[in-house]
């Protein structure tokens, strides 16, 4: 089973439309978890980082079930500067690397 | 201020050369990460400093890759012999520090390397 896993899309959604995407992870010790969206040949950029208790930026609530390994991603009233590929992204708590999923791709149509 | 800088942009070598990519991490960034990114998929690590010394070297794929960080800064990531398989986006982050709640990663634009 791979680290981090992703539904890879992609998700075609008119503008206005709200989208959820999910990960699971498998490793039990991660302690960090963050969003990050990448543009089409450009570097990802943190969206948010993801609480135990989901906290909410705007349109995007993220959510985190530490017992079933699982993240979530709600973005409402979607924009088409939405459109990009959302990565889920795990530490661990002493200085290790990030374990990118593969992403998941948004596209939102006029 | 400024961002993670990271160049060349683009590089294109030939199977068997040498490259250097350089990373310039956003200043007072004591955290430096090497990720590899192919088509289609997320980045996959390589390497991480802390400060000078290479805190995690677990992703570097094979011998034929090196990094160094000699003053704690500017991190030059080394291939040797490329391969074609070796062509991707090799993307530099930066964070405040490895852990804790600063541990947020900043990535620089990538250098495209392509091997032919």
């Known amino acids: 089973r791979k680290e981090v896993e992703q539904d890879p899309g992609p998700f075609n959604v008119p503008e206005g439309a709200t989208v959820a995407f999910n990960c699971t992870y498998s490793?039990?010790?991660?302690?960090?978890f963050f969003w990050y969206r990448q543009d089409c040949r450009k570097e990802p950029k943190l969206l948010m980082s993801?609480?135990?208790s989901g906290n909410e930026d705007g349109r995007f609530t993220a959510q985190l079930n530490r017992a079933s390994q699982y993240i979530s991603l709600l973005i409402r009233d979607s924009k088409l500067s939405d459109s990009a590929t959302y990565l889920c992204?795990?530490?661990?708590?002493?200085?290790?690397?990030?374990?990118f999923g593969p992403g998941t791709r948004l596209s939102v149509l006029p | 201020g400024a961002g993670v800088s990271q160049t060349p942009s683009n590089k294109v070598t030939e199977k068997g050369k040498y490259v250097e990519l350089r990373c310039d991490p956003i200043?007072?960034?004591?955290?430096l990460y090497w990720y590899r990114q192919s088509l289609g998929q997320g980045p996959e690590f390589l390497i991480y400093f802390q400060g000078t010394g290479a805190a995690d070297d677990s992703g570097l794929p094979n011998d034929r890759f090196f990094a160094v960080r000699p003053e704690g800064s500017v991190s030059t990531l080394k291939i040797q012999r490329t391969e074609r398989g070796d062509s991707a986006v090799y993307l530099c982050?930066?964070?405040?520090?490895?852990?804790?709640?600063?541990?947020?990663?900043?990535f620089g634009p990538g250098t495209r390397l392509t091997v032919l």
């Open positions: 993801v609480y135990s």
């Open positions: 992204v795990l530490a661990g708590n002493y200085g290790q690397n990030f374990v």
């Open positions: 490793n039990s010790a991660s302690q960090s």
């Open positions: 200043s007072g960034h004591t955290a």
């Open positions: 982050a930066s964070s405040l520090k490895s852990s804790g709640s600063q541990n947020t990663q900043y």
